[in-house]
């Protein structure tokens, strides 16, 4: 066992600190204010090489792998959670299908952009109505004309309607099989695709800096070239990305818990009631101590999750209880964080206050945390169950 980050982790971390301190934390709040994402900064992001940090070198990534991910994402996340959900979402659940499932000739057109931070990435798999049920989606692809013809709608998808935004890559229904269970396909269609409409950006409770669209795809066409990976494979390459996404939620929840407890930390040593400073009070230090605590637990396993991954051993039950159990946290963390805040943490210019308002879609993102449950025990009684 080696509890130290590796060297090439830090370098990234140190990094990452440099860019979060002089281009991200300045701004966060009114990014947040005006509920825009800067794409500027997000292509400053791309010229320091931190925007394929999971892809190959010969597609414009690094290949950091996800060790050095998950270490970045602390430092990134801690700075502003709407940019880094932004970050998240292209780097992972948008990415990964090109990466693990593209062509060559669809990795060199549309991945090495993405990793090189030209364009931000999407990724369309909700619907409005199959959420957590991602089998029951009702969006269509029917062959035709050498190509596709896409007919449906997606709903909450981050990232797809700023200036830089490449496209989506989607998830629909091709047909059924003989014995009547449906078939899929996943696609990428470029913004501008004729039939594919972005919607307006929805008004979220927190993520404000974040773009989330719903998509209409009305007799859609794209070519053949533009389906990833193989045709009736689509649903399972989704769930294998979505395993992966699962490590850098976990990962954004985690930095989200830490910065929470910084900011606690800070205003019990500073803040005076009594005649005394709040961190006297044994009440507030047994908050900031649960803190601490659980900031640890979920850092273990938040890292254990991205260590299997990168060992090429099964990761998914590690990364279902580290998004389960760091998402369930950062809602305790910035709830706790607030409260040692008192008033001043209810007021919009507090960090806090964001971080209070940024944590509960972790608990619903990229699948709920009900589903994480079902995933750990279906794992677990698998074998048990008669
Ligand atoms: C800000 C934001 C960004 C998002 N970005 C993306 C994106 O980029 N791409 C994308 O495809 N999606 C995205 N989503 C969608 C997100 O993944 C879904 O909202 C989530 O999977 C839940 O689906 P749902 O909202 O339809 O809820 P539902 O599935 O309707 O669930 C409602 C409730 O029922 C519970 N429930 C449902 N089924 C079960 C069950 N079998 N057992 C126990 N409980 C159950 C759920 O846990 C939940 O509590 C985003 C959502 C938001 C809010």
Not at 310 to 335: T, V
Request: glycine share 10%; hydrophobic share 40%; charged share 20%.
């Amino acid at each position: 066992m080696d509890f130290d980050l590796p060297a090439e982790a830090i370098e990234l971390q140190k990094l990452c600190r440099d860019f979060a301190e002089k281009e991200i934390e300045p701004h966060a709040e009114t990014w947040s204010e005006e509920e825009r994402f800067p794409t500027d900064v997000f292509r400053k992001m791309g010229e320091l090489d931190l925007t394929g940090l999971l892809i190959a070198q010969e597609y414009g990534g690094t290949d950091a792998g996800y060790l050095s991910y998950v270490a970045a994402m602390e430092v990134i996340g801690a700075a502003d959670q709407s940019f880094a959900a932004a970050w998240n979402a292209h780097s992972t659940i948008a990415s990964l299908p090109l990466a693990v499932f593209g062509s060559e000739e669809q990795k060199h057109r549309w991945l090495a952009p993405l990793a090189r931070g030209e364009n931000i990435g999407a990724f369309g798999l909700t619907e409005a109505a199959a959420g957590s049920d991602a089998a029951g989606i009702r969006t269509t692809a029917r062959a035709e004309s050498g190509g596709w013809l896409l007919n449906g709608s997606k709903m909450f998808i981050t990232n797809p309607g700023t200036e830089i935004s490449l496209g989506v890559t989607v998830l629909a229904v091709t047909g059924h099989n003989s014995d009547g269970t449906r078939r899929f396909g996943t696609f990428f269609v470029p913004t501008g695709t004729e039939g594919y409409t972005v919607g307006r950006p929805l008004r979220k409770i927190g993520w404000h800096a974040m773009d989330t669209r719903e998509l209409v795809f009305s007799d859609c066409w794209i070519p053949d070239d533009h389906l990833i990976g193989e045709e009736g494979n689509g649903l399972r390459q989704v769930l294998d990305v979505l395993d992966g996404g699962r490590i850098s939620v976990a990962a954004l929840a985690l930095s989200l818990a830490q910065q929470a407890l910084e900011l606690a930390v800070a205003h019990a040593s500073q803040r005076e009631q009594f005649g005394r400073s709040l961190s006297n009070f044994q009440a507030v230090q047994h908050k900031i101590a649960d803190m601490a605590t659980e900031v640890e637990a979920a850092r273990a396993l938040v890292y254990r999750a991205a260590w299997l991954a990168d060992n090429h051993r099964p990761f998914g039950q590690a990364a279902a209880m580290a998004k389960l159990y760091a998402s369930e946290l950062a809602n305790r963390a910035a709830s706790a964080g607030v409260q040692i805040h008192g008033g001043y943490g209810y007021i919009r210019e507090s960090k806090i206050s964001r971080l209070y308002s940024d944590a509960k879609i972790l608990e619903i993102g990229e699948g709920t945390n009900e589903i994480q449950r079902n995933v750990i025990a279906r794992q677990l009684l698998r074998s048990q169950r008669r």
